[in-house]
T-cell receptor
Framework: DAGVIQSPRHEVTEMGQEVTLRCKPI?????LFWYRQTMMRGLELLIY????????DSGMPEDRFSAKMPNASFSTLKIQPSEPRDSAVYFC??????????FGSGTRLTVV | DQQVKQNSPSLSVQEGRISILNCDYT??????FLWYKKYPAEGPTFLIS?????DKNEDGRFTVFLNKSAKHLSLHIVPSQPGDSAVYFC??????????FGKGTSLLVTP
């Protein structure tokens, strides 16, 4: 298996633009997580899905953030409009169980 | 509010010596604890875990200790090697499943 695949690896965008981050989880994993890493807050959970259904989105910072999982093999995290404070590394992870979180390589987002 | 705290942002240890990374948590409902290791430009990878029914778990050079009364856990690496230089994240979970992570501790092992 290729692991959790995220795209793009790097994204630079102007403030106000829409940004879409993509994730392909490991086949057979029922859980998918979106985390954001910043120096100030470390790794913070944004949202997670179980069997394509959003379970907890309390970590989504604002209405500007939205996430979807239309099928078991694909998820998106969208920011519209983007702001400079959204600059961070965004990680997607999938899992079967607690010890099996597998993270993607992350998307480094820079909003200028 | 951070429920998992790693109060040391960085740690430097000589090769061959012991590295001790510390983690505190505030939520008494947490019953499963994990350590992840992260290299630059990569995602975190699972290192070792411990259930709340245990106070110690060992895997090769890595040992995690859990003190439930103090709500504290630590990761011991012995002997430390230069390849251990990375950011280490402490994580905890309750029955709600999603992991709560600390801010991470950057470990540098010098030759």
């Amino acid at each position: 298996d290729a692991g959790v695949i995220q795209s793009p690896r790097h994204e630079v965008t102007e403030m106000g633009q829409e940004v879409t981050l993509r994730c392909k989880p490991i086949s057979g994993h029922d859980y998918l997580f979106w985390y954001r890493q910043t120096m100030m807050r470390g790794l913070e959970l944004l949202i997670y899905f179980n069997n394509n259904v959003p379970i907890d989105d309390s970590g989504m910072p604002e209405d500007r953030f939205s996430a979807k999982m239309p099928n078991a093999s694909f998820s998106t995290l969208k920011i519209q409009p983007s702001e400079p404070r959204d600059s961070a590394v965004y990680f997607c992870a999938s899992s079967l169980d607690l010890s099996g979180y597998t993270f993607g390589s992350g998307t480094r987002l820079t909003v200028v | 509010d951070q429920q998992v705290k790693q109060n040391s942002p960085s740690l430097s240890v000589q090769e061959g010596r012991i590295s001790i990374l510390n983690c505190d948590y505030t939520n008494s409902m947490f019953d499963y604890f994990l350590w992840y290791k992260k290299y630059p430009a990569e995602g975190p990878t699972f290192l070792i875990s411990i259930s709340s029914i245990k106070d110690k778990n060992e895997d090769g050079r890595f040992t995690v200790f859990l003190n439930k009364s103090a709500k504290h856990l630590s990761l011991h690496i012995v002997p430390s090697q230069p390849g251990d230089s990375a950011v280490y994240f402490c994580a905890a979970a309750d029955s709600g499943y999603a992991l709560n992570f600390g801010k991470g501790t950057s470990l540098l092992v010098t030759p």
